[in-house]
């Protein structure tokens, strides 16, 4: 058993050498280190978020199970949030994200809201599924459509890959509206898309029920409900990242792939962190007007 301290706070770590993702090789203590490389571009988009984690005990080859409570063996020092019954963990530092990493929480999903201010979501979020038969280009081929209809309608977007087969569209509106309110601005754009491009692109919930064609998922941002964080590693095989992207990257060909916890922090040596403006007020969209003008639909 080892002991790092972070922060001033001791934390255990147990099997290092435990190996989470067998194809790469990846120990425990090496997710540890990438995780403690990744700090300072996950916490600014996790704090002060509901936190459901997936624990991997054996890594991505075992069982997994969703960790929504904060267990009770957790050191004082890991900061919660009481709400709807369960005491979420709040992944607001290193040391946390250090003793995440060793429960060997492999993803982290967050909610849409800040703790602090439930009823409204600081960004929109447009969830862009593939179907059965779809591969991950007509995902891109799909949002690079939506991204050209937001263009024209002066409204500003930024892009993830999901880490697995999908893309997430943000829209910053610095929780200047409900939840109520931002699901009638997703229903419309999913709508409309679906309705625009119907060989492409679905609202259909059922599975059976949709074809091969993109799913645009308007229901996922909701509160109580999370979503794969920035940066977040996936329990793929090839350790995949939730990558912020370029549009003109997506228009280059990326793939999910592309993005690992062998080489993100490479790319933010280089590029930076592209959601840094979902974290800063002067990117926050002002969507008044044109709610008014949907609301009257």
Known sequence: MNELVIEGRAVRITNPEKILWPLLGIRKIDYIQKLIELAPYILPHSRDR??????????????????????????????????NGNSYTLLNSLAVLIW??????????????LCNNEGNPTSLVFD??????????????????IHETLVSLNINSYIKTSGATGLQIYI???????YDTARRVNT???SYFSSKYPERITIER???????????????????????????????????????VAWEELKAGIKPEDF????????????GDLFQPLLDPKHIQNLDEFIKHIEKM
């Open 188 to 190: 419309f754009f999913g």
């Open 172 to 178: 910053p509106v610095g929780a200047r509206y409900d």
């Open 128 to 145: 862009l599924d593939p179907s059965e038969g779809q591969g991950f280009e007509d995902v891109a081929e799909a949002a690079l459509l």
């Open 50 to 83: 509901l936190l459901t984690a997936i624990r991997y005990p054996d890594g991505v080859d075992g069982k997994s199970f969703y960790q929504k409570n904060t267990p009770g063996y957790a050191p004082e020092w890991v900061e919660r949030a009481d709400w």
């Open 100 to 113: 995440m990493g060793n429960q060997a929480a492999l993803e982290f999903h967050t909610a849409f809201n």
């Open 206 to 244: 059922m599975v059976r029920n949709r074809g091969r064609k993109l799913y645009f998922d308007y229901l996922q941002m909701w509160c109580g409900k999370t979503i794969t964080m920035a940066y977040s590693p996936r329990a793929v095989q090839t350790a995949n990242v939730s990558a912020p």
């Open 260 to 271: 690992t916890l062998l080489n993100i922090k490479e790319r933010l040596d280089k590029k």
